[in-house]
């Protein structure tokens, strides 16, 4: 069955770096988009960035754009978020996804499969 784990999570202070990985099994890892969502206590669930499965386009979405960077692995099933110049506000429960075929990148219902999330903590 289709499984992602994220893994890379942890507490660091502001403007420290963190790197998130996601392993995908249980599917044809190159065949699908990919993308990291967060959500923090209280809030809905949050687009981060996004990485198409062709020609490895890029998305952001503007309070990542600069600091985070989205990049996959096919070889290794493996989709990574490096997380620079952290923030307080950056601190949430992160997720991978797989997107579907069609809609846009920063929809969350456009994703069918989810990690279970791992947790960034950042301390001012």
């Known amino acids: 069955q289709v499984q992602l784990v994220e893994s890379g999570g942890g507490s660091v202070q502001a403007g420290g770096s963190l790197r998130l990985s996601c392993a995908a099994s249980?599917?044809?890892?190159?065949?699908?988009?990919m993308g990291w969502f967060r959500q923090a206590p209280g809030k809905e669930r949050e687009f981060v960035a996004a990485?198409?499965?062709?020609?490895?386009?890029?998305y952001y979405t503007d309070s990542t754009k600069g600091r985070f960077t989205v990049s996959r692995d096919n070889a290794k099933n493996t989709v990574y978020l490096q997380m620079n110049s952290l923030k307080p506000e950056d601190t949430a429960v992160y997720y991978c996804a797989t997107k579907d075929s069609t809609g846009s990148y920063s929809n969350p219902r456009n994703y069918v499969n989810w990690g279970q999330g791992t947790q960034v903590t950042v301390s001012s």
């Open positions: 990485i198409n499965r062709i020609t490895d386009s890029t």
């Open positions: 249980g599917f044809t890892f190159s065949n699908y988009a």
